[in-house]
């Protein structure tokens, strides 16, 4: 069972670099979003989505880029890198929001020098 | 809006002990979920328990047990005769119906032999 599964696991950018953030998961899920942990904060939420095709805002949007093509792919997209965006990424999933749990990727490790 | 909070930073027990989790919760809406999650050393994070807010029942699961009171807005959780593989940072999260996900900022218990 791969469940929800995030690549890469850990990645070091410079500033002003791009990347892109890997989600995907096998479980036929509508709902998927993205969290971020920072020492203190918990988790917040960047984007989240209700199907293919559709996404939203969540708590801390900026400086973030998602998409949502296919049931499976959830895609985060750093569009310039700055050191506040070193944290720690969590990909999530669940058949609904609200209503059931949610089923988290292992999470990326993300640091900005 | 809805609001997690977890006042206890940091709870430090010794093995066997019983500890208490405390969540309080803030909702305007009569129908929401409410979540437990650890997150051990290792970093995933793992689902333990789900409540909905008609379901007022306490629940016990082995050595965990959670009390829901509508009344003072908590969802605590205990863990009794704590052992050190229990250590681990604990997120109470809430969501409204068909809402996303909010998380408190979490509580690391941690136990000593």
């Known amino acids: 069972n791969a469940g929800v599964t995030q690549t890469p696991k850990f990645q070091v950018l410079k500033t002003g670099q791009s990347m892109t953030l890997q989600c995907a998961q096998d479980?036929?899920?509508?709902?998927m979003s993205w969290y971020r942990q920072d020492p203190g904060m918990g988790l917040r939420l960047i984007h989240y989505?209700?199907?293919?095709?559709?996404?939203d805002q969540g708590e801390v949007p900026n400086g973030y880029n998602v998409s949502r093509s296919t049931t499976e792919d959830f895609p985060l997209r750093l569009l310039s890198a700055a050191p506040s965006q070193t944290s720690v990424y969590f990909c999530?999933?669940?058949?609904?929001?609200?209503?059931?749990?949610?089923?988290f990727g292992q999470g990326t490790r993300l640091t900005v020098v | 809006a809805q609001k997690v909070t977890q006042a206890q930073t940091e709870i430090s027990v010794v093995e066997k002990e019983d500890v208490t989790l405390d969540c309080v919760y803030e909702?305007?809406?009569?129908?929401?979920?409410l979540f437990w999650y650890k997150q051990p050393p290792s970093g995933e994070l793992v689902f333990l328990i789900r409540?909905?807010?008609?379901?007022?029942q306490n629940e016990i699961s082995g050595r965990y047990s959670w009390n829901f009171q509508k009344s003072t807005s908590s969802f605590n959780f205990t863990i009794t005769a704590s052992q050190v593989v229990d250590s681990a940072v604990y997120f109470c999260?809430?969501?409204?119906?068909?809402?996303?996900?909010?998380f408190g900022k979490g509580t690391m218990l941690l136990v000593s032999p």
């Open positions: 999530a999933s669940s058949s609904r929001t609200g209503a059931t749990e949610a089923f």
């Open positions: 479980m036929n899920h509508e709902y």
């Open positions: 989505s209700v199907g293919a095709g559709i996404t």
């Open positions: 909702t305007r809406d009569t129908t929401y979920y």
């Open positions: 409540r909905n807010s008609f379901d007022e």
């Open positions: 999260a809430l969501s409204e119906e068909y809402s996303t996900l909010t």
